[in-house]
């Protein structure tokens, strides 16, 4: 089931922060973030997995709660190359061995000067 | 550049035809994986292959059609083509499939159904 994605798009001035998130109506067992520019590849940011950890990497960070099967991409101090359109990806936790990550809509998030 | 190579990066044919989008992953990489992205679906998993066997399927078309030969190449066949199937494909790569590992995704392979 495709998990859903808030809010669809949003527009920073450059320095502001921004939230996004993503939710799940099943248990999770890992919550996948991607950015994707207009005309190129996803590219990978970072992975969460079911324990409720929190990442970083630079000024992106994400949680997940497991409770409420959400996670969270947080976005501080933007920068321009920030824009694109952010997608949150989730494998369910079925224990059936076979693992599909299914992407949301996707964020698309405007940095401007 | 991710490490995977999708070719060709654009195809143009007319409905009713048959066409073949390969992939080749990132070195070490031993699970492959297919997404189409459309305008209005979004980014849709396709299928999963590891070591040359299907490992998961998704919202594959029974007119689509994927292996993954024992190069680790894979290749995605695409048959009596549609209007609607206009997208881009892409391609994407992980070390050995398990849930807690990224996926590193091709440049893709736009598409065009006339």
């Known amino acids: 089931q495709q998990p859903v994605q808030s809010p669809q798009a949003v527009i920073l001035r450059e320095g502001e922060d921004a939230v996004i998130n993503c939710s799940s109506s099943?248990?999770?067992?890992?919550v996948h973030w991607y950015r994707q520019k207009h005309g190129e590849a996803p590219v990978f940011l970072m992975i969460?997995?079911?324990?409720?950890e929190q990442k970083g990497h630079e000024k992106i960070s994400a949680s997940f709660n497991e409770k409420k099967q959400q996670s969270s991409l947080y976005l501080t101090a933007s920068q321009l190359s920030y824009s694109g359109t952010y997608f949150c990806?989730?494998?369910?936790?079925?224990?059936?061995?076979?693992?599909?990550?299914?992407f949301g809509k996707g964020t698309k998030l405007s940095v401007i000067p | 550049d991710s490490g995977v190579t999708q070719t060709p990066k654009h195809l143009i044919t007319a409905t009713g035809q048959r066409v073949t989008l390969r992939c080749s992953p990132r070195?070490?990489?031993?699970?492959v994986y297919w997404y189409q992205q459309s305008l209005d679906q979004g980014l849709q998993f396709l299928i999963q292959?590891?070591?040359?066997?299907?490992?998961a399927k998704g919202n594959i078309l029974e007119r689509f059609s994927a292996q993954q030969f024992p190069d680790l190449h894979s290749e995605l066949n695409l048959s009596s083509l549609e209007l609607g199937d206009s997208a881009l494909y892409f391609c994407?790569?992980?070390?050995?499939?398990?849930?807690?590992?990224?996926?590193?995704f091709g440049d893709g392979t736009r598409l065009s159904i006339l």
């Open positions: 994407a790569s992980s070390v050995s499939g398990q849930p807690n590992q990224p996926q590193h």
């Open positions: 292959y590891y070591n040359g066997e299907e490992r």
């Open positions: 070195s070490g990489d031993l699970s």
């Open positions: 990806g989730t494998v369910v936790d079925s224990g059936a061995g076979s693992y599909q990550l299914t």
């Open positions: 099943k248990a999770l067992y890992s």
């Open positions: 969460l997995l079911k324990g409720g």
